[in-house]
């Protein structure tokens, strides 16, 4: 069964720009689907669309068989709570801890973070110590996020989005803010870290070297078109 289903999704922003064009695809648990294209392709549209971070124009979208678009509040909430997000710009909390940060980063950015600060079930903490001990941060459990490296605060980023226990992980442009090893790093970390649990992920990438070496399956968009979809493998020189 799908985790994540489009059906002739079309997106038209306010201005009339189509951000993606009649887009069908379904994805499967454990994929490591690398999403392609120049920029301007429609690749945040299509993952933005996935969160419900926008509504679609035409076309349904299935998240775990059910459809978003009729959801909203606390059942939105619930559905969003499957979805794990990985930002270019990690979306930290730059005043709290590596530790904070992974407890509470979800109500970062949700804007209600003040009062909630130090309060935490035991066994969180230990799951947010143990996930942060996997991608080599247990050394900076109370470090500043502020005084993190790029790498270190995606590795942070990685942390916060398995926190949620997600089964689908959508990582938009994860690596576009890294110079190339930690690039590497960050790359084999959402690798390793997703294929063990079974997650499906969407990666947004526009290194085409990078999806080839990482993903099960590419999908190549261009002005919000699919215009590839398969193995990295079967891609031509055009996608
Ligand atoms: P990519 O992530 O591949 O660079 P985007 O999904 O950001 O592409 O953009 C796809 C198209 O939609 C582009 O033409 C872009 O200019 C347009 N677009 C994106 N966001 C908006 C917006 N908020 N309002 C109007 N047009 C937008
Ligand atoms: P509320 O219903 O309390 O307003 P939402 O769940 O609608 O909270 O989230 C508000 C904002 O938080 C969203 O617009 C989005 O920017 C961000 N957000 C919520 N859930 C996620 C998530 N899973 N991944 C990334 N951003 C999220």
Redo the contacts with the bound molecule.
């Keep these: 069964q799908p985790v994540v289903v489009f059906e002739h999704v079309c997106k038209r922003y306010g201005n009339g720009t189509l951000g993606l064009n009649d887009v069908t695809f379904s994805v499967y648990p454990g994929e490591f689907i690398a999403v392609i294209g120049p920029s301007g392709a429609g690749k945040s549209t299509l993952l933005r669309s996935i969160?419900k971070?926008h509504n679609v124009t035409e076309g349904r979208i299935l998240i775990g068989g059910e459809d978003i678009s009729k959801a909203k509040?606390s059942h939105?909430?619930t559905l969003?709570?499957k979805?794990?997000?990985i930002f270019q710009n990690y979306n930290l909390v730059y005043r709290l801890s590596v530790l904070q940060n992974v407890l509470h980063g979800?109500l970062g950015?949700?804007?209600?973070l003040q009062g909630m600060i130090g309060r935490y079930r035991e066994e969180d903490k230990e799951k947010a110590v143990e996930l942060l001990k996997e991608i080599d941060m247990g050394d900076f459990l109370n470090t500043r996020a502020a005084d993190l490296s790029g790498g270190q605060k995606q590795r942070v980023g990685i942390a916060r989005a398995f926190m949620q226990e997600p089964q689908i992980l959508l990582c938009d442009e994860p690596i576009a803010s890294l110079d190339p090893s930690s690039a590497k790093i960050i790359m084999d970390m959402i690798y390793s870290m997703a294929s063990r649990r079974r997650i499906a992920c969407l990666v947004n990438l526009h290194q085409i070297d990078v999806a080839k070496a990482y993903a099960t399956r590419v999908i190549g968009l261009r002005k919000g078109r699919i215009v590839f979809d398969g193995p990295p493998g079967d891609m031509g020189d055009d996608v």
């Design positions: 969160n971070l509040g939105l909430r969003r709570r979805i794990g997000m979800r950015y949700m804007g209600s």
